[in-house]
């Protein structure tokens, strides 16, 4: 995930002697964080409806293909839970990066 590592560069830049290129590039970070972060919780209510659908038919059909299809359903939102609980944390501590940059402005 490269918008990951592009926060965490964002993080560990140091403070230029004139913020105001860095306050820019924070608020634009965040706010394409943002739209990323609302774009995982869209799939995995994705996910989680499609779950939903293959137990339903579990139990009404024969369906064996349905366990490996929930295998990976499972699968997929636990990673889906984990880049979003990562990109939030992330975009938390690059959110108290620009409030503490506009303080000292």
């Not at 990951?4 to 403070?15: C, F, Q």
């Not at 409806?49 to 636990?78: K, M, P, Y």
């Not at 609980?85 to 303080?103: F, G, H, I, K």
């Given at each position: ?38 774009q ?24 064996d293909?349905?366990v ?27 959110r ?5 940059l506009?303080?000292?402005?």
């Amino acid at each position: 995930m490269t918008f990951v590592h592009e926060i965490r560069e964002l993080l560990a830049a140091p403070t230029p002697a004139d913020a105001q290129l860095l306050l820019e590039r924070l608020d634009e970070t965040l706010t394409t964080g943002y739209a990323n972060a609302l774009q995982l919780e869209a799939e995995r209510w994705r996910i989680e409806r499609r779950i939903g659908e293959v137990a339903a038919t579990v139990g009404a059909q024969n369906g064996d293909g349905h366990v490996d299809e929930l295998a990976a359903l499972a699968s997929s939102l636990r990673d889906a839970n984990s880049e979003i609980a990562t990109l939030r944390a992330l975009l938390a501590s690059l959110r108290d990066r620009r409030r503490a940059l506009r303080a000292a402005a």
